[in-house]
């Protein structure tokens, strides 16, 4: 009797369903939560807004802290003081001024010494003077005019050099006003413009005080020559002794 052996066919066909459920019976006895993957979309799109959110109150404070620092610079520019100051130059031209008026001939810019002055040499002129008394206070009249005069046209002198100090000040201050970073360097720079122009309105006041006491010695001794050619001529006029004959000797008789 002779016994059949199994086909090659049959044997790969059993070989292939033992390694099927050799593979498959780990996936059944697991459970299902070991494997199967939850996807909730609702959950997703919460968890992307909050995070949107966090984002943007992150950009929020970081945008408040720029503009803090940005507020923290504009006090620091604000506060600068400016690196240039006029304060001395205009002090001294100020003074120089002053030392002008200071040195007035004579007559000082002092109202006693001028009511004493007046008193003396201006006033009515003095029947009982002599002729020399007369002609000397003339002459000091005339000296007081002529140093009027000549102080008058020294502070024209001391105004006018000014004149090219104050420009080149000017012209730092524009430019120091121009590059001003803070509101205190504008500020510092037009207070010192402020005081150069008072400085030149000192300089214009002593002008006119100036050229005013020149002016009011001229009249001063107009008026009173005119009073002492009065005099003068009255006496001149008044009747004195007359001519009195008198002997003559001639060829030594």
Known sequence: MMIRHPSSRAVLMAATMLAASIALSPMMTSPAHAWKIVYDPSNYAQNVIQAARALEQIKHQIT?????????INQARNLASLPFSSLQQIQQSVQK??????????????????????????????????????????????????GGLQDSMRVQAGVVGNIDTNRTQMSNLISESQRATGALQATQAGNQLLA???QQLSDLVALLAANGRAGALTDAE??????????????????GTGYQPGNARMFGN
Do not use: C, H
């Not at 408040?64 to 923290?72: D, G, H, I, T, V």
């Not at 006033?123 to 000091?140: C, G």
């Not at 008026?223 to 050619?229: I, N, P, R, S």
């Open 64 to 72: 408040s802290l720029q503009n803090e620092a940005q507020m923290l």
């Open 196 to 198: 150069m122009q008072s």
């Open 222 to 239: 107009r008026t009173a020559a005119a009073e002492q050619g009065r005099e003068q001529r009255r006496r001149f006029l008044t009747p």
């Open 97 to 146: 001024t002053q030392q002008l008026l200071g040195q007035a001939q004579n007559i000082a810019f002092d109202v006693q010494q001028i009511d004493q002055m007046f008193a003396q040499k201006y006033a009515n002129v003095s029947m009982s003077a002599t002729d020399r008394q007369l002609v000397a206070d003339a002459r000091s009249r005339w000296q007081n005019t002529v």
